[in-house]
């Protein structure tokens, strides 16, 4: 049966209504310009429902086959761009299931039996979410493993760390590099759990309260792969919370990154020179021959931005929203796609930063004995022959501001001058000064020398072989 009032617009769902939108309020109401990202999954939840909905005896075999071909029809379209996609329908929901009615008549009309929009969309969310976190968590073990490599390769070299950005203790290059590998680890364990709440099919919660048509939900959850089917029609149309958290997850891998990306325009400067990036990451100035900037990593850096502002916006979309799908969630795909996107390419970028870039150890090595990097494992070398720790950095603080008086490092003071200070310093204090003799010294698991260097690299050569 064809419907009994042609519709004034080519709105399916306009009956009700005695006028149509202006221009104006089409453009308001429309989605259509973001979620046609969302088409194929869109595409594959509707087959899997008109499978279901065979099953249950709503279409015939010949029904189901039609809405299928055309599906695929529609989708192929789609893709290459020949579908001609008219904003009226507002969102790729309406755009495919018209297209269908076009194509196959009838058989297409029975496609929304026991469906709404609202459980729609959230399935479309859901799936796209589930990929997205998939792909982002492959980038994530990548530019992991990229690090991994790199301290594998140049992690031995003796460096400064640095509290307040004053020079603390001596590390081992490669303790800097697993240090970023940790962040990510937990970036990355951060998907995993959230993909787990991703995971639920809300097809078959109707507008808000299901369908009296007895859906097969377990069905259509295991054609698409989903670990289990919602509990509550009302909650599984309006949650987004499992889009909030994604967010989150990106903004604070966004933060991670910005950390990392900060650390190394520093470390590449002429002033520190640590590091030589690869000229592919880096661009010039339009005036200042000279120049070899590291834009990629301030933009990596900067990302951040699109990152917290897209969580912010998602808490805000969803804050004091009554139960029940309100209108305002349609917008929620204006800030997580796109963030999704930024991450995508920041993690893909930032790979190849870490896996072109040497560090430079002539550079590093020629300032390790300025910054006093080893006073304090002076102060514990006075520990151990038994002199109490709060002396120990008393008479250390003084030795370090005497050797500034004079313009040297602790390991040029004499033993007469050190032995004036503490009677108890012998000639085996050498052993523990200069930064290349601290990091050998370095005594509990985490700490940043030589043999912790050695557990963690094993620890994450396994990790990785995990991953693969
Ligand atoms: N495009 C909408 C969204 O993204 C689909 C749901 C519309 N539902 C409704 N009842 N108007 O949320």
Redesign the pocket.
């Known amino acids: 049966m064809s419907a009994m009032n042609q519709p004034k617009s080519s709105k399916p769902w306009q009956h009700r209504l005695s006028a149509d939108p202006d221009q104006a309020t089409s453009h308001l109401l429309a989605?259509i310009d973001v979620?046609v990202a969302l088409y194929k999954y869109d595409i594959a939840g509707s087959v899997a429902h008109a499978t279901m909905l065979q099953k249950i005896g709503i279409l015939t075999k010949a029904e189901l086959d039609a809405v299928v071909a055309g599906l695929k029809d529609v989708a192929a379209d789609i893709e290459s761009g020949t579908l001609a996609i008219d904003p009226a329908l507002?969102?790729?929901?309406m755009v495919v299931e018209s297209a269908l009615i076009q194509r196959i008549g009838e058989p297409g009309r029975k496609l929304h039996t026991g469906r709404?929009?609202?459980d729609?969309?959230a399935l479309d969310l859901r799936l796209w979410a589930r990929d997205a976190i998939d792909d982002l968590l492959e980038l994530v073990r990548n530019l992991q493993r990229c690090l991994v490599d790199l301290a594998g390769e140049q992690g031995q070299i003796v460096m400064p760390s640095y509290t307040h950005m004053q020079r603390a203790q001596p590390i081992l290059s490669g303790h800097l590099l697993l240090a970023y590998v940790e962040m990510l680890e937990r970036d990355a364990q951060r998907l995993i759990d959230g993909r787990t709440r991703v995971n639920i099919c809300p097809l078959g919660s109707g507008?808000i309260a299901g369908t009296s048509i007895p859906l097969d939900r377990l069905s259509v959850a295991a054609q698409l792969g989903f670990a289990d089917i919602s509990r509550n029609s009302l909650d599984a149309t309006s949650d987004r919370d499992f889009l909030v958290e994604l967010c989150f997850d990106l903004a604070m891998m966004a933060t991670h990154l910005s950390r990392w990306g900060e650390d190394w325009l520093l470390f590449s400067t002429t002033e520190f020179g640590f590091l030589e990036l690869s000229d592919a990451y880096c661009t010039s100035s339009s005036m200042m021959p000279q120049k070899k900037n590291a834009d990629t990593l301030e933009l990596i850096r900067g990302k951040s931005a699109s990152a917290i502002a897209a969580l912010v916006g998602m808490l805000t979309l969803v804050k004091s929203l009554p139960s029940g799908?309100g209108?305002d969630?349609?917008d929620?795909?204006r800030f997580t796609l796109p963030v999704v996107a930024t991450m995508r390419s920041a993690l893909v970028v930032a790979a190849g930063i870490v896996s072109t870039a040497r560090f430079r150890p002539e550079r590093i090595s020629q300032g390790l004995d300025r910054g006093f990097l080893d006073a304090t494992a002076l102060a514990e070398y006075l520990v151990n022959k038994g002199v109490a720790f709060r002396t120990a950095h008393q008479v250390v603080g003084g030795l370090v501001a005497q050797a500034e008086s004079l313009g040297k490092s602790l390991s040029e003071l004499s033993l007469e001058t050190l032995r004036q200070a503490c009677e108890k310093i012998g000639p085996d204090v050498q052993d523990s000064l200069t930064a290349a003799n601290v990091v050998k010294n370095y005594a509990p698991s985490g700490a940043g020398g030589y043999q912790q260097l050695k557990e963690q690299l094993a620890f994450w050569r396994e990790a990785i072989k995990s991953w693969a």
């Open positions: 989605s979620d507002e969102d790729i929901h709404s929009r609202n729609q969309v507008a799908y209108r969630l349609q929620d795909k």
